[in-house]
Nanobody, 118 residues
Framework: QVQLVESGGGLVQPGGSLRLSCAAS????????MGWYRQAPGKQRELVAT???????NYADSVKGRFTISADNAKNTVYLQMNNLKAEDTAVYYC????????????WGQGTQVTVAS
């Protein structure tokens, strides 16, 4: 079993910044990839960014150049630095982890609200 605990959401004005964190904990797991998804009201959950253990990253086109995903492998923690936030970034952000435990498993965090409004 792996637990994902998110933090860092909140209310920010357009153009502002937020940093999300997600820490994975449990026993006997290996991180394959961790990432962030988001779901706005009335919309499907969508990929925001992913980082693989080898540090390869993947971003949604809508956040390229504004968001940066990074990881601290020693702490099994992934971060999402969000700059120049826009109203359309408002959503619940979910941390996702792909692990080997030892079989491949996939876990979700509980979600953290990000609201961009003036």
């Amino acid at each position: 079993q792996v637990q994902l605990v998110e933090s860092g959401g909140g209310l920010v004005q357009p153009g502002g910044s937020l940093r999300l964190s997600c820490a994975a904990s449990g026993s006997s797991f290996v991180v394959v990839a961790m990432g962030w998804y988001r779901q706005a009201p009335g919309k499907q959950r969508e990929l925001v960014a992913t980082i693989f253990r080898g540090a390869r990253t993947n971003y949604a086109d809508s956040v390229k150049g504004r968001f940066t995903i990074s990881a601290d492998n020693a702490k099994n923690t992934v971060y999402l630095q969000m700059n120049n936030l826009k109203a359309e970034d408002t959503a619940v952000y979910y941390c996702n982890g792909q692990f080997r435990n030892p079989d491949p498993v996939n876990y979700w965090g509980q979600g953290t609200q990000v609201t961009v409004a003036s």
